[in-house]
């Protein structure tokens, strides 16, 4: 009998917490997961009572489900979709639609929604983040695909996606664009994240080795942080995460974790789109190899052996110097805030600026603010200041980069003093703050009329004849540089 409003393939815990978070929303679920033992457990479990069909093949799934259907894919990305996509076609009819709602590669979705479509049949590439609880609670949804499934696919993503704003009414779920622009988004969104923990790390780093601050002192930071223009989910598991006692040791669980992070490719993959637009997305790119290194832990331990870092009294004017900026420790802390804001403020700009040349490219025509909404709530990165960044867009919809919007100019400005005294104090300690780093030289970078690519032209033109352009003419040039140069002395 085909009653239920909602299919869903995959009942890992990702699945299982989307299901019953669509099902407490008032519709009717049926689910499949490929081990059949899965969905038994599930519907003696979690489903019992509950208004769920458990299904046992795929044909079963796809025939207990209202037309047109609605069925949403779980599971890990890549040739498993397609698999799927293959299994369930003989039992689809014209105008079904299916989802992906995995991290999906953005090409991987445009091709599938061209193929699907092809079959008489509805595609979306669904971004979807917030974890276990943002699945279960209300998560953030980026959908995006064939245009043709938004409205009939609206009334059940709103309504089980986060609610933000004054009256916990506006859901973080809207429709991003065509083809793989929902996956991209979310691409984005992970890219972000990377920058935004890594930065988070290094102000860790900072403080617990400048300031000698222990956990419980970290604890109160964070906090305090939290409640001010900082405040973000992250910050906020942060501040968490420096209460938790380890239950073996009697210490804290966080001193317990071994210094190697992972990584699941999406970080990865913005910073190799960064590359191919000609974008300079350098924090998350520095994050994702702040994360390799950290994966190289055996050698790190043997080369912590054998090189040395600042010696004892080296540059101390200048150490002196920068430690009169920063002050105590309540200027410390202060500071290094101000150097978080300030790096972030740049990773979400060189996150829209990505997604601005990418739209250009795909012919998207993205709404900036609205991609900053779909952030406010649910989502891993949700923060106070996205709805700064909503503002800014809706006051001038062209903006290029965040950095010209007042309220972010202003920020940075205020910050800089802090910012660089921070990454200078970092670097004479020995610490590593790639991150930090990579954020300040991208602004001074981006701020500065002329950079010393001429030079760098004309290195090209040198040895490969590659052209130049000149300040006061027009065209592409070369110049015969053997000829013309100052020959070395005798």
């Known amino acids: 009998m085909s009653d239920c409003d909602f299919g869903l393939i995959g009942l890992a815990v990702m699945g299982e917490n989307l299901a019953l978070n669509v099902e407490s929303r008032g519709w009717r679920v049926a689910v499949y997961n490929r081990s059949a033992d899965r969905v038994d457990e599930f519907m003696r479990g979690r489903a019992a009572g509950r208004k769920f069909t458990g299904c046992r093949s795929i044909a079963e799934l796809v025939a207990a489900v209202k037309r047109p259907r609605k069925i949403m894919m779980l599971v890990k990305a890549g040739p498993a979709v397609d698999d799927l996509v293959a299994q369930m076609r003989p039992h689809l009819a014209p105008g079904d639609i299916l989802i992906d709602g995995g991290n999906t590669h953005y090409l991987d979705t445009e091709r599938r929604t061209r193929e699907v479509e092809a079959m008489g049949l509805l595609y979306v590439g669904c971004g979807v983040s917030g974890g276990e609880e943002g699945a279960l609670k209300g998560p953030s949804l980026m959908p995006g695909g064939s245009a043709a499934a938004w409205p009939q696919l609206a009334p059940l993503l709103q309504s089980i996606a986060a609610k933000v704003g004054p009256a916990a009414d506006i859901p973080c779920c809207e429709w991003v664009g065509p083809g793989g622009a929902g996956h991209y988004v979310k691409m984005v969104h992970n890219g972000i994240e990377y920058g935004d923990m890594q930065l988070i790390c290094e102000a860790y780093q900072l403080l617990a080795e400048l300031g000698s601050l222990g956990n419980d002192e970290l604890y109160g930071v964070f906090d305090e942080w939290n409640r001010g223009e900082l405040s973000s989910y992250l910050i906020e598991i942060t501040r968490d995460i420096f209460s938790v006692r380890d239950e073996r040791s009697g210490g804290f669980l966080v001193d317990r974790i071994v210094d190697v992070a992972g990584a699941k490719g999406t970080g990865k993959w913005m910073s190799q789109l960064a590359l191919d637009l000609g974008v300079p997305s350098t924090l998350v790119t520095m994050a994702v190899f702040a994360r390799a290194l950290s994966a190289q832990k055996a050698a790190r331990v043997r080369a912590s052996r054998v090189l040395g870092g ?54 998207w025509n993205l709404d900036y603010g609205a991609c900053a909404l779909l952030w406010r709530g649910g989502c891993i990165i949700r923060a106070q200041f996205l709805d700064r960044i909503k503002e800014a867009f809706d006051r001038e919809p062209g903006l290029e980069n965040l950095l010209l919007a007042p309220y972010f100019r ?81």
Do not use: C, M
Request: charged fraction near 20%.
């Open 410 to 490: 202003d920020a940075v400005t205020q910050a800089q003093p802090a910012w660089r005294a921070v990454v200078a104090a970092a670097s004479l300690a020995g610490i590593p703050v790639p991150a930090f780093s990579a954020a300040l030289a991208y602004y001074d970078g981006y701020r500065r009329e002329r950079l010393p690519a001429n030079l760098l032209q004309a290195q090209r033109d040198y040895f490969g004849a590659h052209t130049f352009e000149r300040v006061d003419a027009p065209g592409s040039h070369h110049a015969d540089w053997l000829a013309l140069r100052r020959p070395p002395r005798a």
């Open 310 to 363: 600042p010696a004892e009294g080296a540059n101390s004017a200048l150490a002196s110097a920068v430690q009169a900026a920063l002050g105590e420790r309540a200027s410390l802390v202060e500071s290094v805030r101000r150097a978080l804001y300030a790096s972030k403020i740049i990773s979400y700009a060189q996150g829209f600026v990505q997604l601005q040349e990418a739209s250009r490219e795909h012919g």
